[in-house]
C-alpha cells in the first residue's frame, strides 16, 4: 500500500503562484510515476503533470506546460507542484497519485494505483 497526502492549497489571485506537496508514504519504493490531476465542479478528473519516481522525467498537461513544473525530493518521498501564472481555469481540488506500472500515458486517471484526498485550489479573477 501506498498513502498519499496533499498539501498547499489555498485561495490565491489571478497572477499568483502556489506550491502543493504530495507526501509518499508506505510502500514507495514500488511507486513507478506520480501524477497530479485535477477537477473543478462538473467536469471529469483533468490531468496536470506527472514525474517518473526513479529518473526523474516529466510529462505536462498542454494548459499547464510552462507554468507549472513537478519535481520530486525522493529523500523527503515528497512530489513537488509549482503553479505559477495562476488563472481562474485553474480552480479545482488538486489530487496526487501513484502509479506502480510503466505504462504508455500519464494522462489516464483509471491507470492510477493510489490517489490522496485532494487539496482545494481556488484562483480569484
Known amino acids: 500500500q501506498v498513502q498519499l497526502v496533499e498539501s498547499g492549497g489555498a485561495l490565491v489571485q489571478a497572477g499568483g503562484s502556489l506550491r502543493l506537496s504530495c507526501a509518499a508514504s508506505?510502500?514507495?519504493?514500488?511507486?513507478?510515476?506520480l501524477g497530479w490531476f485535477r477537477q473543478a465542479p462538473g467536469k471529469d478528473r483533468e490531468f496536470v503533470a506527472a514525474?517518473?519516481?526513479?529518473?526523474?522525467?516529466?510529462n505536462y498537461a498542454d494548459s499547464t506546460k510552462g507554468r507549472f513544473t513537478v519535481s520530486r525530493d525522493n529523500a523527503k518521498n515528497t512530489v513537488y507542484l509549482q503553479m505559477n501564472s495562476l488563472e481562474p481555469e485553474d480552480t479545482a481540488v488538486y489530487y496526487c497519485?501513484?502509479?506502480?506500472?510503466?505504462?504508455?500515458?500519464?494522462?489516464?486517471?483509471?491507470?492510477?494505483?493510489?490517489w490522496g484526498q485532494g487539496t482545494q485550489v481556488t484562483v480569484s479573477s
Open positions: 497519485a501513484a502509479r506502480i506500472r510503466n505504462a504508455p500515458r500519464d494522462n489516464k486517471p483509471h491507470e492510477y494505483d493510489y
Open positions: 514525474i517518473s519516481w526513479g529518473g526523474g522525467r516529466t
Open positions: 508506505g510502500r514507495t519504493f514500488s511507486i513507478h510515476t
